[in-house]
């Protein structure tokens, strides 16, 4: 609606001068000259309309969200996510709340969120989300007029206070549902009974009270003041986004031979092809491959980062480019394209994807260097800057400057990523995406998305956490993590309740054991126990882990005054004998094997939210569960694990294990019995066991409960079209 102008003045008003010996203006005279003054300045500053920002009832902290809600949550196919909202509002009114949640398809299901801990007034319903594409979903809350009335009548009715007004109220409230649901014969049946005067108001109140009654007004609330909240999206992703085994290894270590002149010949794509149906038998599912394209020549590194290197040495594949190519050319010594191409289909018979290294950076022999100058940084002198993190220094190696000419360069950039697309790369492990601008990150993972939604970026972000997790919200499908750095008791479950609970909404964590570059004092120190405990702990605690090639071989020993394996593989050939080490007894496959197949068989191992710490009476035993109620398994039953690890891998931990069965769906002092599913043992279990563990037997317990007779309670969806 218009708003009238008001004049600047009035001509009606008297201008009467208040000078000495004047009579003074008259209380109307003031007042029309305030009123007039009022109406000028809010010309100048106009009041805004009011804009109601909450609800009859309130419905706030709506998950799940990213911080800020800048961009939409995330979930993979597969994966049961939580929907919660705290609702409330004056008074002492039951309320209700149901989500309501529709699919890409534009279908839509209601669910029935409860107060999962009373007094709380947070509403919660766990849905598996079973779509890839975009959901979207809000909250509907009401007054629960039924649950409210039955509290109250049945106080009142046993204090005979109000007993007749009361039941009389209740049966008008039957009588409105039996004619909004006039199919339910309970409805019906129970709304003549309570409305029958001719009984006492106890006999009355009883027909309300009956069982089939009130399951039927489970899907047929009685509700009043219904308000809804804003919508939110969801971005779902395929399962692979969320879940999966990765490995690592260099293709031109894998069947390199050293000549009988000294001289190395490389592996190649063919040779690197022979190693992946033992990938696969190892039960990983995506192999991760370190750069394969050309390496320059000048600056090249030599073996253990030396400055030195030699005619044979072949240098760093993360410094990119040469006069054979860049980032869309492949090593010579590899192969062609087509080598690569039926490289990637040899991994698909065998059920691995191929992640591919997406590293945004060059060596100064790279094309880039000549034909676009001004993506790189020009020192004062004229030179280009080579990377440093001082006193670090990458002489082979000239980082992007992303400032000159953004779109150009982030077009060239786009154009490489659809070319090894285009070759049948689905996901891509992105090298030191934290050097790289935030803004451009979110550009191209929104173009990749929207044109490939099958895509995947893992972000290698070892860096400080706002930009960790920014890496994560602006599109990143995974991210590496801080774990090769938590290894107390205390530190583990902090970290891993953090990354399953605090940040899961949009991060979701690979939990790599080593890289080429990190090699921990743990491992170092802990041997063969300490691989075999950071092993069972990164399989279990997230849905998504890794490792790199040197990790089933126990290869523990650093470079001095590094993290780094020494006689590092980013410098120099490392051909392996595997074989040799599985016959010997020493290599850890095995067991790699083993945690691959019970994550395979163990849904509750596939999910990221259901990591719960418990309790031990010793500092160096940690405990968790995976739990997934029936109604989310494949199979239909209860899917329990629970993890006791021996984080000491150099002495026997005896200790009390302590958990809260109820996280386990059952009751709290209940008895059951768990198998060992590294070794097969049966033990009797409950709430308060002892626990004795070897590091140089098992120095990790990865326990099924053996469910009888069902849990104690599911979580149901209460799903309804």
Same mark, same amino acid.
């Given at each position: 609606?218009?708003?009238?102008?008001?004049?600047?003045?009035?001509?009606?008003?008297?201008?009467?001068?208040?000078?000495?010996?004047?009579?003074?203006?008259?209380?109307?005279?003031?007042?029309?000259?305030?009123?007039?003054?009022?109406?000028?300045?809010?010309? /100048?500053?106009?009041?805004?309309?009011?804009?109601?920002?909450?609800?009859?009832?309130?419905?706030?902290?709506?998950?799940?969200?990213?911080?800020?809600?800048?961009?939409?949550?995330?979930?993979?196919?597969?994966?049961?996510?939580?929907?919660?909202?705290?609702?409330?509002?004056?008074?002492?009114?039951?309320?209700?709340?149901?989500?309501?949640?529709?699919?890409?398809?534009?279908?839509?299901?209601?669910?029935?969120?409860?107060?999962?801990?009373?007094?709380?007034?947070?509403?919660? $319903?766990?849905?598996?989300?079973?779509? /890839?594409?975009?959901?979207?979903?809000?909250?509907?809350?009401?007054?629960?007029?039924?649950?409210?009335?039955?509290?109250?009548?049945?106080?009142?009715?046993?204090?005979?206070?109000?007993?007749?007004?009361?039941?009389?109220?209740?049966?008008?409230?039957?009588?409105?549902? #039996?004619?909004?649901?006039?199919?339910?014969?309970?409805?019906?049946?129970?709304?003549?009974?309570?409305?029958?005067?001719?009984?006492?108001?106890?006999?009355?109140?009883?027909?309300?009270?009956?069982?089939?009654?009130?399951?039927?007004?489970?899907?047929?609330?009685?509700?009043?003041?219904?308000?809804?909240?804003?919508?939110?999206?969801?971005?779902?992703?395929?399962?692979?986004?969320?879940?999966?085994?990765?490995?690592?290894?260099?293709?031109?270590?894998?069947?390199?031979?050293?000549?009988?002149?000294?001289?190395?010949?490389?592996?190649?794509?063919?040779?690197? #092809?022979?190693?992946?149906?033992?990938?696969?038998?190892?039960?990983?599912?995506?192999?991760?491959?370190?750069?394969?394209?050309?390496?320059?020549?000048?600056?090249?590194?030599?073996?253990?980062?030396?400055?030195?290197?030699?005619?044979?040495?072949?240098?760093?594949?993360?410094?990119?480019?040469?006069?054979?190519?860049?980032?869309?050319?492949?090593?010579?010594?590899?192969?062609?394209?087509?080598?690569?191409?039926?490289?990637?289909?040899?991994?698909?018979?065998?059920? @691995?994807?191929? #992640?591919?290294?997406?590293?945004?950076?060059?060596?100064?022999?790279?094309?880039? $260097?000549?034909?676009?100058?001004?993506?790189?940084?020009?020192?004062?002198?004229?030179? @280009?800057?080579?990377?440093?993190?001082?006193?670090?220094?990458?002489?082979?190696?000239?980082?992007?400057?992303?400032?000159?000419?953004?779109?150009? =360069?982030?077009?060239?950039?786009?154009?490489?990523?659809?070319?090894?697309?285009?070759?049948?790369?689905?996901?891509?492990?992105?090298?030191?995406?934290?050097?790289?601008?935030?803004?451009?990150?979110?550009?191209?993972?929104?173009?990749?998305?929207?044109?490939?939604?099958?895509?995947?970026?893992?972000?290698?972000?070892?860096?400080?956490?706002?930009?960790?997790?920014?890496?994560?919200?602006?599109?990143?499908?995974?991210?590496?993590?801080?774990?090769?750095?938590?290894?107390?008791? /205390?530190? =583990?479950?902090?970290?891993?309740?953090?990354?399953?609970?605090?940040?899961?909404?949009?991060?979701?964590?690979?939990?790599?054991?080593?890289?080429?570059?990190?090699?921990?004092?743990?491992?170092?120190?802990?041997?063969?126990?300490?691989?075999?405990?950071?092993?069972?702990?990164?399989?279990?605690?997230?849905?998504?882990?890794?490792?790199?090639?040197?990790?089933?071989?126990?290869?523990?020993?650093?470079?001095?005054?590094?993290?780094?394996?020494?006689?590092?593989?980013?410098?120099?050939?490392?051909?392996?004998?595997?074989?040799?080490?599985? #016959?010997?007894?020493?290599?850890?496959?095995?067991?790699?094997?083993?945690?691959?197949?019970?994550?395979?068989?163990?849904?509750?191992?596939?999910?990221?939210?259901?990591?719960?710490?418990?309790?031990?009476?010793?500092?160096? $035993?940690?405990?968790?569960?995976?739990?997934?109620?029936?109604?989310?398994?494949?199979?239909?039953?209860?899917?329990? @694990?629970?993890?006791?690890?021996?984080?000491?891998?150099?002495? @026997?931990?005896?200790?009390?294990?302590?958990?809260?069965?109820?996280?386990?769906?059952?009751?709290?002092?209940?008895?059951?019995? $768990?198998?060992?599913?590294?070794?097969?043992?049966?033990?009797?279990?409950?709430?308060?066991?002892?626990?004795?563990?070897?590091?140089?037997?098992?120095?990790?317990?990865?326990?099924?409960?053996?469910?009888?007779?069902?849990?104690?309670?599911?979580?149901?969806?209460?799903?309804?079209?």
């Amino acid at each position: 609606m218009p708003t009238r102008a008001v004049p600047r003045f009035s001509h009606n008003v008297p201008r009467t001068a208040c000078r000495a010996g004047s009579p003074s203006p008259s209380r109307a005279e003031t007042d029309t000259v305030k009123n007039v003054a009022s109406a000028n300045a809010q010309l /100048q500053h106009p009041t805004p309309a009011y804009t109601p920002r909450i609800g009859r009832i309130a419905i706030t902290q709506l998950a799940p969200r990213q911080p800020e809600n800048i961009w939409p949550a995330k979930a993979f196919v597969g994966e049961v996510v939580p929907f919660s909202a705290t609702i409330f509002m004056e008074g002492h009114e039951v309320l209700g709340a149901e989500l309501l949640l529709t699919d890409p398809a534009g279908a839509v299901t209601r669910h029935r969120m409860l107060e999962r801990t009373k007094g709380t007034d947070r509403f919660v $319903v766990d849905v598996l989300i079973d779509q /890839q594409g975009t959901w979207s979903w809000s909250v509907r809350a009401f007054c629960d007029d039924w649950a409210t009335w039955r509290h109250n009548a049945s106080i009142k009715v046993a204090m005979n206070s109000d007993a007749e007004l009361m039941v009389d109220e209740g049966a008008a409230l039957l009588a409105r549902a #039996a004619r909004e649901h006039p199919r339910s014969s309970v409805i019906r049946a129970q709304a003549v009974a309570l409305g029958d005067t001719k009984l006492t108001p106890a006999a009355r109140l009883a027909a309300a009270l009956d069982s089939l009654l009130n399951a039927a007004l489970a899907n047929a609330t009685i509700a009043s003041r219904e308000t809804f909240s804003g919508s939110l999206e969801l971005r779902v992703e395929r399962t692979r986004a969320g879940v999966g085994s990765w490995y690592e290894f260099f293709p031109r270590s894998e069947g390199a031979q050293r000549l009988k002149d000294g001289r190395w010949k490389s592996g190649t794509f063919r040779s690197a #092809a022979r190693r992946l149906p033992q990938l696969a038998a190892m039960g990983f599912d995506v192999l991760y491959l370190p750069p394969i394209h050309p390496i320059g020549t000048s600056f090249r590194k030599g073996p253990n980062n030396t400055l030195d290197a030699g005619p044979g040495d072949p240098g760093s594949p993360w410094a990119i480019g040469s006069a054979a190519g860049g980032h869309d050319a492949v090593h010579p010594d590899l192969g062609t394209i087509a080598d690569f191409s039926a490289f990637v289909s040899a991994a698909s018979r065998n059920g @691995i994807e191929i #992640a591919l290294d997406l590293a945004l950076q060059c060596s100064p022999d790279h094309p880039w $260097v000549t034909d676009h100058p001004e993506w790189f940084t020009t020192r004062a002198d004229g030179t @280009i800057a080579y990377a440093e993190n001082p006193p670090k220094k990458y002489q082979d190696i000239y980082p992007l400057n992303f400032d000159n000419d953004p779109t150009g =360069l982030r077009e060239e950039v786009l154009r490489v990523v659809e070319h090894w697309i285009g070759l049948g790369v689905r996901i891509f492990r992105v090298d030191n995406p934290h050097t790289k601008p935030l803004q451009f990150w979110e550009w191209l993972l929104h173009e990749v998305a929207i044109r490939y939604p099958d895509v995947v970026f893992l972000a290698e972000a070892f860096t400080r956490p706002p930009m960790l997790q920014a890496l994560a919200q602006v599109g990143f499908q995974q991210s590496y993590t801080y774990f090769t750095w938590r290894n107390t008791k /205390q530190e =583990l479950i902090d970290y891993l309740t953090e990354l399953s609970h605090e940040t899961a909404d949009y991060l979701r964590p690979n939990l790599f054991v080593n890289t080429p570059d990190i090699l921990t004092e743990y491992l170092q120190r802990g041997g063969r126990a300490a691989h075999k405990i950071r092993a069972a702990i990164a399989a279990t605690g997230a849905p998504t882990w890794g490792v790199y090639s040197a990790f089933e071989l126990v290869e523990n020993v650093a470079r001095p005054g590094s993290e780094e394996n020494i006689d590092n593989e980013k410098y120099e050939y490392r051909p392996r004998d595997y074989a040799a080490a599985e #016959a010997e007894g020493t290599s850890l496959a095995p067991y790699l094997t083993t945690l691959n197949r019970i994550r395979s068989e163990h849904a509750a191992l596939r999910q990221l939210r259901t990591f719960c710490a418990h309790w031990s009476d010793d500092d160096s $035993v940690l405990v968790y569960t995976k739990y997934l109620p029936s109604e989310f398994t494949p199979d239909g039953r209860p899917d329990g @694990i629970i993890v006791v690890a021996n984080l000491d891998p150099h002495a @026997i931990k005896e200790t009390m294990v302590r958990l809260d069965l109820t996280r386990l769906g059952l009751e709290i002092d209940a008895t059951f019995e $768990v198998i060992d599913l590294v070794t097969g043992a049966r033990f009797p279990w409950g709430r308060d066991t002892f626990v004795r563990l070897d590091p140089l037997v098992e120095p990790v317990h990865i326990l099924q409960v053996h469910y009888t007779g069902g849990p104690r309670a599911s979580r149901t969806t209460g799903a309804t079209a």
